[in-house]
């Protein structure tokens, strides 16, 4: 007798979200199951599993901009917990406590003694008042005894908002605090423990830190305890944004303090070491690999660490520089199959105003002038920005050219930006004085044409009214 095989396909492909899609059913307790004998003439029954898993398509755009906006709420928050508290130990009832705990044999604090009064308060502070300190009360506690001793002193906050990664946790201490004091011209960190100079505190994860000082002013210093801000400080943050928040907290005047902040954090960010990984060099701001370069980059001809753009002509003339005359292009790349000439800003020059060829208006081959840049400005022209200037102009018959100042994306094209004319500088006295005549004379027909629409409403309601009474003293 011949033996027979069969297969059974079972197909996993489908998403196990469906299983939630199914009816729950009740199995009959009281039926019996179904057996079926095996047939003794099936032998070497084979099955195949065919295991389709969907394709990874990775992270999507929506999650990052999710995750970014979820790190500026978190930021935003911490920074608001740590406002409070600086507001909290600047109050007087606060301030006036702490100094009377403060022994007379500390009625003066200098750089020899300020140690040992951190080693003092921590000690006095812990063995009297605290057992335990989870929310960094030790520290603001710190912080406002050496302003009550009248020292100059900002809070520092380091502040460990949830990352712009999706890879990584949430940090288990959003906040850590300690101080800084102004003595002898010199800021310097130290915390209660008695634990002086930034080193202390310099921590590869740091990525805002802020400093607060008594007059609720607030300054981003994260580079004075960042030894690595290009590698990877600067890629834990969302700068920009940070920025313009911090804008809305900062002071109007800059203090002595404060120039030696701007000082030592350029120094840092000058004198940093270079990357000892691949993944540090990737868009640092002094270090760059040859690799890591863009089609329209590359390292700097004379040795220098970072890489630099390279452009077409076109482009230079945007940012007011021309490419020297008999310079060949650094290099050669294909845009929609087209090759384009790039050229460093080694090979370039200030661009010079051009001087007018026969006293003729210059333009393009579409009748319009390209003016990109104050530079490509010619000699004896005046460019006029804002509207009415061509329609006035050619009733007047002054000779004029449209201006091209940029270009930009609409209904999927790009289109010239036209802003104003070209005109020589004889005729812009006189066209500018018509434009502003137009514009009065344009606004007092906008004026009555309003107050004509006034009154005739004014009069179609009183009419309304009349027939209203009329109809009411006949009929009611």
Not at 180 to 202: C, K, M, Q, R, T
Not at 215 to 225: C, L, N, R, S, V
Not at 364 to 382: A, D, Q, R, S
Request: aromatic share 10%; net charge positive; glycine share 4%.
């Amino acid at each position: 007798m011949e033996h027979t095989q069969k297969k059974l396909k079972v197909d996993t492909s489908k998403d196990e979200s469906e299983e939630d899609e199914w009816d729950d059913i009740i199995p009959n307790e009281t039926a019996a199951p179904e057996y079926n004998a095996p047939d003794p003439q099936v032998k070497n029954i084979e099955i195949v599993i065919e295991n389709k898993l969907p394709s990874k398509t990775g992270i999507k755009k929506r999650d990052r901009i999710l995750r970014r906006n979820i790190h500026h709420v978190h930021l935003l928050c911490l920074l608001s917990s740590v406002i409070h508290r600086n507001h909290w130990i600047n109050q007087p009832s606060t301030l006036a406590n702490l100094l009377s705990l403060i022994p007379k044999s500390f009625s003066i604090i200098n750089k020899s003694n300020i140690k040992k009064f951190a080693i003092w308060f921590h000690h006095y502070v812990i063995s009297e008042k605290f057992d335990w300190d989870p929310f960094g009360e030790v520290e603001l506690l710190f912080v406002g005894a050496l302003r009550a001793a009248n020292v100059q002193t900002r809070l520092i906050a380091s502040l460990y908002p949830i990352s712009l990664s999706l890879a990584k946790s949430t940090p288990n201490c959003p906040v850590i605090y300690w101080g800084e004091v102004f003595l002898d011209y010199e800021w310097i960190a130290i915390s209660s423990e008695g634990n002086l100079g930034p080193d202390h505190f310099v921590n590869s994860s740091n990525s805002y830190i802020i400093a607060l000082d008594t007059e609720f002013g607030i300054k981003d210093i994260t580079k004075k305890y960042s030894h690595q801000w290009g590698a990877i400080t600067s890629k834990l943050r969302s700068e920009e944004w940070w920025n313009s928040t911090l804008w809305l907290y900062s002071k109007s005047h800059s203090t002595a303090g404060d120039m030696l902040d701007d000082l030592e954090m350029q120094r840092n960010e000058a004198n940093e070491k270079m990357p000892s990984n691949l993944k540090g060099f990737l868009n640092h701001p002094l270090y760059a690999l040859q690799r890591h370069c863009k089609k329209n980059e590359v390292i700097y001809p004379d040795g220098k660490k970072h890489a630099v753009g390279m452009f077409k002509k076109i482009a230079w003339k945007k940012e007011g520089r021309q490419v020297k005359e008999g310079e060949e292009p650094f290099r050669i790349t294909k845009e929609d199959s087209v090759s384009a000439q790039l050229y460093g800003e080694w090979q370039t020059e200030v661009l010079s105003r051009p001087i007018l060829q026969n006293m003729a208006l210059p333009s393009n081959k579409y009748g319009n002038f390209e003016l990109f840049h104050p530079n490509m400005l010619p000699v004896g022209c005046v460019h006029l920005s804002g509207p009415y200037y061509k329609r006035i102009a050619k009733s007047l018959g002054i000779s004029f050219k449209e201006v091209v100042t940029g270009f930009e994306f609409r209904n999927r094209r790009m289109v010239p930006v036209v802003d104003g004319v070209l005109v020589f500088e004889q005729d812009a006295p006189v066209l500018k004085d018509s434009v502003q005549e137009f514009i009065v004379q344009e606004r007092q027909k906008i004026l009555k044409q309003k107050e004509k629409t006034i009154w005739e409403r004014w009069r179609r309601l009183i009419m309304k009214l009349l027939l209203q009474k009329r109809l009411e003293k006949e009929y009611l």
